[in-house]
């Protein structure tokens, strides 16, 4: 039951050029949807989220679009950076007045190349 | 800046034995997870905590798991009798009570059971 799915299992861009990451999913009741980004050995580091009220929002080189009618994000970095370099992975949350769990993709590794 | 600590960051275990991972989470969050991922699999909900019971739990916490907060800094999570299928990478997080929803995860305890 893959209700958010990443359908890019790499990607790989040069220094300076931008990264597309796209994430898609079926739930309707997802509200709001994060970007965690994961080192090897690491936990998941938040990076950037949006409402579902919002169609896109920005922080620094990082910005994520919301399409809410064909139930499709992206984050897009700009520019890349050697230490980008990770695996990123794409949550969504439905509101349930409490819990909030992620429901996580199954991650997108990217590769920025000097 | 606070985060999320676990221990230990790699257990082994003997199929059958009971293991406890801990959590230490953010100071002023009042909602605490546990995720884990199976190597080469997505990241996955287990269980969310709040106010002293849980809030949800997924269909894989089953009734070998437990979780407690025995005192004002540590969570738990007790599996009483693993199975082989348990190992996995154990992932605590936290956020605060309010929005925004953004968890804050730990590095993750290896587990491996043989």
């Known amino acids: 039951d893959q209700q958010v799915k990443q359908n890019s299992p790499s990607l790989s861009v040069q220094e300076g050029r931008i990264s597309i990451l796209n994430c898609d999913y079926t739930n309707s009741m997802f509200d709001y949807f994060l970007w965690y980004k994961k080192y090897p050995a690491e936990g998941p580091t938040f990076l950037i989220s949006?409402?579902?009220?919002?169609d896109k929002n920005e922080d620094g080189r990082f910005t994520v679009f919301l399409n809410k009618s064909a139930k499709h994000l992206s984050l897009h970095i700009v520019p890349s950076q050697p230490g980008d370099s990770a695996v990123y992975f794409c949550?969504?949350?439905?509101?349930?007045?409490?819990?909030?769990?992620?429901?996580f993709g199954k991650g997108t590794k990217l590769t920025v190349n000097p | 800046e606070p985060e999320v600590t676990q221990t230990p960051s790699h257990q082994v275990t003997q199929m059958g034995q009971e293991v406890i991972l801990r959590c230490v989470p953010i100071s002023n969050h009042l909602y605490f997870y546990w995720y884990r991922q199976i190597l080469g699999q997505k990241v996955e909900f287990l269980v969310s905590?709040?106010?002293?019971?849980?809030?949800?739990k997924s269909e894989i916490f089953d009734d070998q798991f437990s979780v407690e907060r025995p005192d004002g800094s540590n969570f738990t999570l007790k599996i009483r009798s693993t199975k082989l299928e348990d190992s996995a990478m154990y992932f605590c997080?936290?956020?605060?009570?309010?929005?925004?929803?953004?968890?804050?995860f730990g590095p993750g305890t290896r587990l491996t059971v043989t």
């Open positions: 949006i409402s579902s009220i919002k």
């Open positions: 997080a936290s956020r605060p009570d309010r929005g925004p929803y953004e968890q804050y």
């Open positions: 905590f709040y106010n002293n019971e849980i809030s949800e």
């Open positions: 949550a969504a949350s439905p509101y349930q007045g409490g819990s909030e769990k992620l429901v």
